[in-house]
């Protein structure tokens, strides 16, 4: 029987948490300005990436409808938790809305993204399994999703409000370049203690 690695999965779900709590932060990186969740969502990219390479793509799928849900509670809990009274000494209400809260449109852009992009990270990393390395799986399936997760959300949450083309081109460079610094992330198997696949048995020529 196989040891599940629990760790990693807590790891992703909390990942894909903080990106959406930390996603109201601008940064500039280089004359761009890009949210500060994108750092640690695109390192979340890579994360799916390991887990599909130990759990398979349906274990994966399973993952990406928790963490899923997991958004869509901490989403609703938050819009709850802005509307309950406090007391007229409490003077946080307004940085905790500025901080907190969403518009439904960028909920929804945020939501959409995250799952579409996410499952065809999946599918493109299983369809490489036997066609690349490991590391240029990572670079080839975080790539496309990465780009759709970026498509999606802009146009979603701002078509008709901004110029889409500049945000969308900013936005996809910087995970893009966030994404090689992830890399050797994908080599974590040998720590967790897995073979690539559902702990597939080693080759008869491997120590």
């Known amino acids: 029987m196989k040891k599940y690695p629990v760790?990693?999965?807590?790891?992703?779900?909390?990942?894909e948490l903080i990106a959406n709590i930390t996603a109201g932060k601008l940064t500039t990186v280089g004359g761009l300005v890009v949210p500060a969740a994108v750092y640690i969502f695109t390192v979340n990219y890579t994360l799916l990436d390991l887990i599909n390479?130990?759990?398979?793509?349906?274990?994966?799928?399973?993952?990406?409808?928790g963490a899923f849900l997991a958004n869509l509670l901490l989403a609703f809990y938050v819009t709850f938790a802005i509307r309950l009274p406090f007391p007229v000494f409490w003077q946080g209400q307004e940085a905790f809305v500025t901080t907190l809260a969403n518009t439904p449109r960028i909920t929804l852009a945020s939501l959409t993204a995250y799952y579409l992009s996410s499952n065809i990270d999946i599918i493109f990393y299983h369809l490489l399994k036997d066609k690349a390395a490991p590391w240029?799986?990572?670079?080839?399936?975080?790539s496309v999703?990465?780009?759709?997760?970026?498509?999606v959300f802009i146009t979603i949450a701002f078509a008709g409000l901004m110029p889409l083309l500049p945000l969308i081109k900013g936005q996809y460079?910087?995970?893009l370049?966030?994404?090689i610094f992830t890399i050797p992330l994908i080599y974590l198997t040998r720590f967790l203690g897995e073979r690539e696949e559902c702990c597939?048995?080693?080759?008869?020529?491997?120590?």
């Open 53 to 65: 390479r130990v759990l398979g793509k349906e274990e994966a799928r399973r993952i990406v409808k």
């Open 145 to 151: 999703s990465l780009f759709v997760d970026t498509l």
């Open 136 to 142: 240029l799986r990572v670079l080839a399936s975080n």
């Open 173 to 175: 460079l910087v995970k």
């Open 7 to 15: 760790i990693l999965v807590i790891l992703y779900v909390a990942c």
């Open 177 to 179: 370049g966030t994404t």
């Open 200 to 207: 597939a048995p080693a080759s008869k020529g491997e120590a």
